[in-house]
């Protein structure tokens, strides 16, 4: 398995992927038109040529940034990808100088064992609640909000 950065052929795999997330409410649709022109965002892990998994980091203000679209295929979970792509993700953050990655989820134990911690929904900027308006669950979400900050050695 190989994690890279998703280009714009992999988006069908990428919107299939999500697709049976959303269909389940355990993530927000992203149509072709979101996903072509988030493309940047976008990580896929690949095996064999094959797209199994997939994950986005979308930067929404300086120093702050969405762990978003976290996929994984059927019949791929459990080794390790859903992870893999998250910590990538965090290292790609720590790399751009981005303090703070928030997400909004239904398992927070994954997350919680990344090193996020729950937050109140209040901590977040309302700049990020943009997307929410998309979700059928809006405006009773039912989703853990979570934040990890970048640590800071002294």
């Known amino acids: 398995m190989s994690i890279r950065p998703a280009l714009p052929r992999d988006i069908p795999a990428i919107y299939s992927l999500l697709r049976g997330y959303a ?63 998250a910590g990538t993700c965090l290292a790609d953050a720590d790399r751009m100088g981005i303090q703070m990655v928030f997400v909004l989820t239904y398992v927070p134990e994954f997350f919680r064992k990344l090193g996020f911690r729950i937050a109140d929904k209040s901590e977040l900027p309302h700049k990020v609640w943009g997307d929410c308006v998309k979700c059928v669950k809006f405006p009773d979400c039912d989703e853990a909000a979570m934040i990890w900050e970048k640590q800071v050695n002294r």
Do not use: C, M, N
């Not at 993530?27 to 892990?45: K, N």
């Not at 094959?50 to 979970?77: D, Y």
């Open 23 to 85: 269909e389940k409410e355990l993530l927000l649709p992203r149509s072709f038109s979101e996903l072509y022109d988030s493309v940047r965002d976008f990580l896929v892990a690949e095996e064999e040529g094959q797209v199994i998994g997939t994950a986005a980091l979308h930067v929404t203000w300086e120093g702050l940034a969405e762990l978003r679209s976290l996929a994984v295929a059927e019949g791929f979970t459990g080794r390790g990808i859903g992870r893999t792509l």
